[in-house]
T-cell receptor
């Protein structure tokens, strides 16, 4: 398959365990954050998003936590499955006095699930 | 609904040539953004189009350009290709409306410049 990052941080977990993927964002003015999953040879797939007026949001098997104090975002995946193996990207959208900027993506974390 | 489609999926060009990539957004989506993805730089924003107008632009040279048609389909063009332009080019569309912020990506066009 295609490699979307040759030197990505890698998280290796056992099938059935919970995974936590972390992301530090850069701009305290960012008002919207989003996580994507990218499998080899495919485009990024939306997982979950969160606005800056929230601290936590839950989806199916996934939870996003936002800590604005330290500009940190995390993605928790419950009961990780082999199909969760992929590269995960966080992205932030900067807000300049009401004018929305574009999405700025992190470098990504490669999640490897061992059966 | 069908997802975002991009054509072609793979392309090989030589330095100095130009290339045009095409993107069809999800039906009803009027915003289309383009990104370049490379192993070294990751995902970088190129530009966003909405209602045939460029709404936002990333930090790329003028060799990179785009346009959007009245049916929201978009094309991007890279002129005078360089080796460093080899990348996966991704298109993403977004619904219109307040609080509609999620971008949905296509599979990308893999461009190799020789």
């Amino acid at each position: 398959g295609e490699s979307v990052g040759l030197h990505l941080p890698t998280l290796s977990v056992q099938e059935g365990d919970n995974s936590i993927i972390n992301c530090a964002y850069s701009n305290s003015a960012s008002d919207y954050f989003i996580w994507y999953k990218q499998e080899s040879g495919k485009g990024p797939q939306f997982i979950i998003d969160i606005r800056s007026n929230m601290d936590k949001r839950q989806g199916q098997r996934v939870t996003v936590l936002l800590n604005k104090t330290v500009k940190h975002l995390s993605l928790q995946i419950a009961a990780t499955q082999p199909g969760d193996s992929a590269v995960y990207f966080c992205a932030e959208r900067e807000n300049y006095g009401g004018s929305q900027g574009n999405l700025i993506f992190g470098k990504g974390t490669k999640l490897s699930v061992k059966p | 609904k069908a997802g975002v489609t991009q054509t072609p999926r793979y392309l090989i060009k030589t330095r100095g040539q130009q290339v045009t990539l095409s993107c069809s957004p999800i039906s009803g989506h009027r915003s289309v953004s383009w990104y370049q993805q490379t192993p070294g730089q990751g995902l970088q924003f190129l530009f966003e189009y909405f209602s045939e107008t460029q709404r936002n632009k990333g930090n790329f040279p003028g060799r990179f350009s785009g346009r959007q048609f009245s049916n929201s389909r978009s094309e991007m063009n890279v002129s005078t290709l360089e080796l460093g332009d080899s990348a996966l080019y991704l298109c993403a569309s977004k619904p219109t409306g307040r609080f509609q912020e999620t971008q949905y990506f296509g599979p990308g066009t893999r461009l190799l410049v020789l």
